[in-house]
């Protein structure tokens, strides 16, 4: 087993990773606090529903991702896994992606090692009835229907579906009430049988803990199975956007709006993680907080609270995306088309670009600010087989005239759309 | 983990935690407001005007700059309710130094900028800027209104305000804005000058480790404030909840309804008791083991979500859940009688499960700088002599199933308030 360690002598940060026997990567980072968390993932999430497994085509329920990892708490003889947490005093809980699902615990250090024993133990060990599987299907349910309230995830998902006329990312992580119901035990079995084989699972570890120990736990508890790799089945998508625009009708107070710009992604993650910090500075830079469009707007306001933006990627999709709140969505999307036109013809100051990158160096060293926030910054680069702690240097590297070219490349009228979510005034 | 604590001045105390595992720190300025309505807004108000300019970045733009080029340090100025008064705080949260890759003063150049923000205001003609008042008052509204997009949240706030109805001083966080057109640039000044001569002052620094700055930063506060009579925040005196529940019922267009029960519960920072509590609050809802969580959720599968808030400053707790309108009985009926199952008794077990989570939780609280202020900053406000999280850690192990059946008896329920669609709640 060949075991590599990096540090970073600027933020004294360290790690060490390895890919353990069984084939499951590991990385450990030490950190200095009183308690350590794991987080265990499957390179599963709510985008792989229809895949290629042994030859054959595989096309599964929306939400299946999700409903497993709802179901993987139930331990074998009937139990829980969260009361097992509790019991060593652990903190648990689970999300799935689009791309991922993944399980975490925080723990004080002493008990950390049998904390992992339970995590590595119920995640290899599902025990799925109908009656059970029936009585998740109430809760998720309602889990969905919270979301479905919830302006801002409807305005993402509304622009998902504006961008995207066929890519996984236009629908719900969890599946529909529809596509729930569809799910059987036989088939949660099925999948977790083919997406959680130790070679498609990474182990995060935020703290101070033994290396040894660990990997005694993991030889007595990861299985020993070499199974072929599901391969997702990924749809055509046009380049274009599918809609423009789209008006959503709810109980808002004031009407939410987003923009966004799609993007065909590379398959080099490098490549992806370099455009990603690049326009993220950029975005940041030219309607963020300090810049004169955001600043401009709230003082007219136009603009009402923070601004989101961001540049996002999954395997199989990519866009940019500014979203707030305003009482005229339409004269904020002008100005948004004009700064990016106004950005892309003439450029972006070197000086001001610096400042907007130290943000990010600074997020960065945020997210390392306690045990669970560093395991889960860290399981973003290992995924993709990547180095959180060159992304200080990556920063470094990149210049305006980097990010204002990729804004270039990307940006086309056909590939934009907007989506409002209008309050609905017939309602209260 | 190193505590100082220092009198500056009459009502204005200084205090400094420090330990060298926080690679992030932040500096705040606390000061206890008054109580009611006015209060609420002008304190909502004067937070969002101080924080757009002051007189060394005369405007938003000029503040947020500055804030990235200080490693996006932040700066939050906000107000927070607590019993029946407001209070505004200037917090700046930031990187430790040993993280500047370009030799920026981090802590100096936050600490400057705080102070600032606060004594150094981009007064005209001596008074706040009237078109930064407006647009201020557009934000405050909208903040108001958008509590409504998080229905969760906005339940709790109506219930809050319907168990809260009886008491003229009691007003929301960001209060009800029903005096909003009266505020003027002249009469926000006017506050400014009386909240910086009177209210109570804690300021207290959390970091990785305490230099002159920190001191110096504070003395000056000190000074530029002066002597003011010190007071406490107090909470509100218990009420019985009246006999037999009642209903009430709001209607909005949403999927899922929430289903609030509002109940008394009694208990303050100074009885001896704030460990019993927080097991009581691990055991009755806090985790996912807790009673709520595994009758209401698990076992009957009515809600995705089934929690309370607890708010002995109120002497109030409300148990919430989003559910389907159809199961409002059930839901309402489950959670009535495990708030009566929880004053009967509860296992060995239990409670040692929740004392080790509890214990799991207040180490991750000591390991987070803002967490860390968070804890030392509420016992500061009631003026008690501050127990360390270890100290408090250590309690738990004493505590016993008579302490908690305790804290549950004072828990009864007395409203039942749903958010819904309105045939659902016909």
Redesign the interface.
């Given at each position: 087993m060949k075991i590599t360690e990096r540090i970073d002598k600027?933020?004294r940060e360290r790690y060490v990773s390895f890919r353990h026997k069984s084939g499951v990567k590991v990385l450990i980072a030490p950190n200095?606090?009183?308690?350590a968390c794991a987080v265990y993932c499957s390179d599963y999430g709510g985008s792989d529903t229809k895949f290629r497994y042994n030859g054959k085509i595989y096309d599964t329920p929306r939400g299946i991702a999700h409903f497993l990892e709802h179901k993987l708490f139930e331990t074998e003889d009937g139990g829980?896994a969260?009361?097992l947490f509790?019991?060593?005093?652990?903190?648990?809980n689970a999300f799935t992606s689009q791309n991922s699902t993944a399980f975490n615990f925080?723990?004080?250090t002493a008990?950390f090692y049998r904390c992992l024993e339970i995590l590595l133990d119920f995640v290899h060990h599902p025990h799925f009835t109908d009656e059970s599987v029936d009585?998740?299907?109430?809760?998720?349910?309602?889990?969905l229907?919270?979301y479905?309230?919830?302006?801002?995830v409807r305005c993402y998902y509304e622009l998902m579906k504006c961008l995207y006329k066929n890519c996984s990312a236009r629908y719900d992580v969890g599946g529909t009430l529809g596509s729930i119901n569809e799910i059987t035990p036989d088939l949660l079995y099925f999948c977790h049988k083919v997406f959680y084989s130790p070679s498609n699972m990474s182990l995060i570890v935020s703290g101070d803990i033994d290396i040894n120990r660990l990997i005694k736990i993991m030889d007595g508890t990861v299985p020993d199975i070499r199974s072929h790799r599901a391969e997702t089945v990924i749809p055509d998508e046009p380049e274009k956007v599918y809609k423009r625009s789209s008006v959503l009708k709810m109980?808002?107070?004031?009407p939410l709006f987003s923009f966004g710009v799609k993007d065909v992604p590379s398959p080099d993650k490098k490549v992806m993680r370099r455009k990603a910090a690049a326009l993220s500075i950029l975005l940041d830079m030219i309607f963020g907080?300090?810049?004169?469009f955001y600043?401009e707007l709230?003082?007219k306001?136009l603009l009402?609270?923070d601004i989101e933006t961001s540049y996002s990627r999954g395997d199989d999709h990519a866009y940019l995306s500014v979203s707030g709140?305003s009482s005229k969505p339409h004269t904020v999307k002008r100005r948004i088309i004009e700064t990016i036109e106004k950005t892309i013809e003439q450029g972006v100051d070197d000086a001001e670009f610096t400042?907007?990158k130290?943000?990010f160096?600074?997020?960065f060293?945020?997210s390392?600010?306690?045990?669970?926030s560093a395991a889960f910054s860290y399981l973003t680069f290992c995924r993709e087989g990547d180095d959180m702690l060159k992304y200080?240097a990556l920063l470094s590297s990149i210049n305006a005239n980097d990010a204002v070219s990729y804004l270039k490349q990307i940006y086309n009228a056909d590939k934009c759309a907007f989506t409002v979510i209008k309050p609905?005034n017939?309602?209260? | 983990m190193r505590y100082k604590s220092v009198k500056l001045k009459e009502g204005v105390l200084l205090t400094v935690i420090t330990d060298e595992k926080f690679k992030t720190e932040n500096m705040s300025v606390t000061f206890i407001s008054d109580k009611g309505e006015e209060a609420a807004l002008n304190s909502a108000l004067l937070t969002g005007v101080l924080s757009r300019s002051s007189k060394k970045f005369p405007s938003l733009m000029k503040i947020n700059k500055a804030l990235d080029d200080l490693y996006d340090a932040q700066l939050n100025a906000d107000t927070a309710r607590r019993g029946l008064y407001h209070i505004p705080r200037f917090t700046v949260s930031m990187l430790g130094n040993r993280y500047s890759i370009d030799g920026t003063d981090i802590r100096g150049g936050c600490l400057d900028m705080l102070y600032g923000v606060i004594t150094e205001p981009d007064l005209k003609d001596g008074k706040f800027d009237a078109k930064t008042l407006i647009t201020e008052k557009k934000q405050l509204v909208d903040a108001v209104a958008d509590i409504k997009n998080s229905r969760g949240s906005y339940a709790v706030r109506q219930c809050t305000g319907e168990l809260m109805a009886y008491e003229p001083l009691y007003s929301p966080r960001l209060g009800r804005l029903t005096g909003i057109d009266s505020v003027s640039a002249g009469s926000l000044t006017a506050f400014y000058d009386r909240v910086i001569k009177t209210s109570p002052v804690r300021i207290m620094f959390v970091g990785g480790d305490d230099d002159d700055r920190v001191y110096e930063f504070a003395e000056k506060l000190g000074d530029f404030l002066g002597d003011r009579q010190n007071y406490n925040v107090e909470d509100v005196i218990f009420k019985d909840a009246p006999d037999g529940l009642s209903y009430k019922t709001e209607a909005l267009p949403v999927a899922q309804n929430v289903l609030c029960v509002g109940c008394t519960y009694d208990g303050d920072i100074n009885d001896g008791q704030n460990a019993a509590r927080s097991l009581f609050c691990e055991i009755f809802f806090q985790n996912p083991t807790s009673r709520l969580f595994e009758n209401v959720r698990e076992k009957l599968s009515l809600c995705y979500h089934c929690s309370a808030v607890a708010m002995t400053d109120l002497k109030k707790l409300i148990i919430y859940a989003g559910i389907d309108g159809k199961n409002r009985e059930k839901a309402a009926n489950e959670i009535l009688k495990q708030t009566e199952l929880i004053k009967k008794g509860m296992t060995e077990d239990e409670i040692k499960r929740c004392r080790a989570a509890l214990k799991t939780e207040l180490l991750a609280a000591a390991d987070s700088p803002g967490r860390t202020a968070g804890w030392y900053g509420r016992q500061l406000l009631y003026g008690k002599e501050p127990e360390s999280i270890a100290e408090f850690t250590k309690k738990l192990d004493s505590v016993t199933a008579d302490d908690i059946l305790r804290v549950a008896s004072s828990v009864k329920p007395y409203l039942i308030y749903e958010l819904g669609p309105a045939e659902a709640n016909a």
């Open positions: 600027i933020t200095g606090y009183s308690t829980d969260f009361k509790t019991d060593n005093g652990a903190d648990s925080t723990s004080s008990d009585k998740e299907r109430g809760i998720i349910a309602e889990e229907k919270m479905e309230d919830n302006p801002d109980e808002v107070s004031s907080e300090s810049s004169e600043c709230y003082e306001g009402s609270g709140e400042r907007c130290k943000v160096y600074a997020n060293v945020y390392l600010q306690n045990s669970q200080p609905d017939q309602g209260g | -």
